[in-house]
């Protein structure tokens, strides 16, 4: 495993990126309503990012096709835009990276459509207040499986689940660095979190159970039992005073 740390220099571009990116999920929220299609989402946003002289970080990674990813109820992470007109009741989730001048911000929100039902606010709630208890725990010199360690139970006693195949990651010159950051498991292991560091913090929550399966566009992840999906995702850099979110507006 090789960790990257980041210099103040390349912090407070990663900075500058993350406002791009907290900025356009700040217009998706704006769009997302009954009657949009997710192309006219993606459309937006890859206009508005490059408005800001930076290039939509997901735009022909691994051959991923659109600039956004897309996840619309039970859909996980990694939906493709399309024609997919958005309907009252559905949640939808949007994860956006931005490489402004080499680095890289990434974040993810999910948002209603319309009026939703509870249950799905509730898990849109949950999953929200689960990133927070992660957060608080990417702190300089506790372990990196402190943060899968704090969200999973507070997740599983809120009756949901937490995605288990998919994690945040390191990231800063390149979109996925090391090391892989688990949102489940035992606290107290892998590496030491030290002032430098930049994560992705981004629970994926089921309403039922967290096993998933990839569609056969080979992108796009729902959950297996057909359960409603959410996502909150910010990048968090470790410094000596605690985490920073360098994906806020």
Not at 4 to 12: F, G, N, R
Not at 185 to 204: A, D, F, Q, Y
Not at 209 to 226: H, N, Q, S
Request: negative net charge.
């Amino acid at each position: 495993m090789a960790i990257i740390l980041k210099t103040p220099s390349e912090m407070a571009t990663m900075r500058e990126a993350g406002r791009i990116v907290a900025n356009t999920l700040t217009l998706m929220r704006d769009l997302v309503k009954p009657g949009v299609t997710t192309a006219d989402l993606d459309a937006k946003a890859d206009e508005f990012i490059r408005k800001h002289n930076a290039k939509p970080s997901f735009k022909g990674y691994n051959g991923f096709p659109a600039s956004i990813c897309v996840a619309v109820n039970d859909q996980v992470v990694h939906g493709i835009p399309g024609p997919q007109r958005l309907e009252e009741g559905d949640i939808i989730t949007i994860d956006i990276g931005a490489n402004y001048r080499g680095l890289h911000g990434d974040a993810a929100m999910s948002f209603p459509v319309g009026q939703i039902s509870a249950e799905a606010q509730r898990l849109l709630d949950v999953c929200q207040a689960a990133l927070k208890i992660g957060i608080d725990e990417a702190r300089a010199g506790r372990h990196l499986t402190d943060i899968g360690a704090a969200i999973q139970p507070y997740v599983e006693s809120q009756g949901f689940s937490v995605v288990r195949q998919y994690c945040g990651h390191g990231v800063g010159r390149q979109l996925h660095e090391d090391p892989q950051v688990f949102h489940y498991g035992p606290n107290g292991k892998g590496p030491v979190l030290r002032r430098g560091m930049v994560l992705t913090i981004e629970p994926m929550v089921n309403a039922g159970k967290p096993e998933t399966r990839v569609l056969d566009d080979k992108w796009t992840v729902i959950t297996a039992d057909g359960s409603l999906s959410a996502q909150f995702e910010h990048t968090v850099a470790i410094t000596d005073d605690g985490p920073r979110l360098l994906t806020l507006p």
